[in-house]
């Protein structure tokens, strides 16, 4: 008789999609809008030259079949060529995980890479951007959220960080922090719960959070409370008693003035929207 049976846990990361568009761009355009977003925005080059540079790093030229992101709020300049301007596509990304995924490969280090047209990373990309344009129904919105994890699988593994090949061990602290906060929302664990269970003082939980998602450990687990709230309010039709209490908040009143606070509406505001 054959028998496998093995006990896994396997975490659910934060990635969504906030937009996407595609422009052939006049010669010389540069982008004179914020540059430093709220979120993440891969560029993928499908024709033409420009020249691209992110805060404390060197002018590059990049051409067809190179990419380039712009990182949450890193202030970055790019500019189409004079003789033969580009035209590109990108995907603007947003969520808890999407930094602490970019991490692990090299697009993170200079914000560009240069000759992927014939990976599978730019397949996936393409695959991805075309399934944006179906009607995001359950099942496309499926095959959407399969087809980020299957262009970030493929970034991670075809052009690993040599600093994620090697983690250290504050980033392993980050990570067994953000799982635990995670693993215990509805148990309403704090910063001071989260410090005991790995014997680490609240000092270095902050600077490991500072360096490793740029924010306080309170206020990503603030973030991460009301981004699963969003998600319950959306997609059930909890109360929001049980909303709260899912997200570690004891009380609705309590829980409903953090999120208006946070978020800038009513939980029961934003649930109308959906």
Known sequence: MLYEYKKVSIEHFDCNV???????TPADYAYSGNNARDYYVLHFILSGKGSFASAGNRMTHLTAGDVFILPRGVPCFYQADHQDPWEYSWIGFSGSSVRDILLQSQLMERHYLK?????????????????????????????????IFQTFHRLIQEYPSQKGQSKTSSYEHFNQAVQLMKHNLA????????????????????????????????????????????????????SLQNVASLVGYKDQFTFSKAFKRLVGKSPQEFRLEK
């Open 187 to 238: 148990d309403g664990y704090n910063v001071t719960d989260v410090g005991a269970a790995l014997h680490l003082s609240r000092s270095y939980l902050h600077t490991i959070f500072k360096k490793f998602a740029e924010s306080s450990p309170q206020q990503y687990l603030l973030n991460l409370r009301m981004e699963t709230a969003k998600e319950f309010l959306k997609d059930t039709n909890y």
């Open 18 to 24: 906030l937009f996407f568009g595609r422009e052939l």
């Open 115 to 147: 000759g992927v047209a014939s990976s599978q990373f730019a397949k996936e990309y393409q695959t991805l951007y075309q399934s944006l344009h179906q009607p995001l129904n359950l099942s496309h919105r499926l095959l959407v959220q399969s087809g």
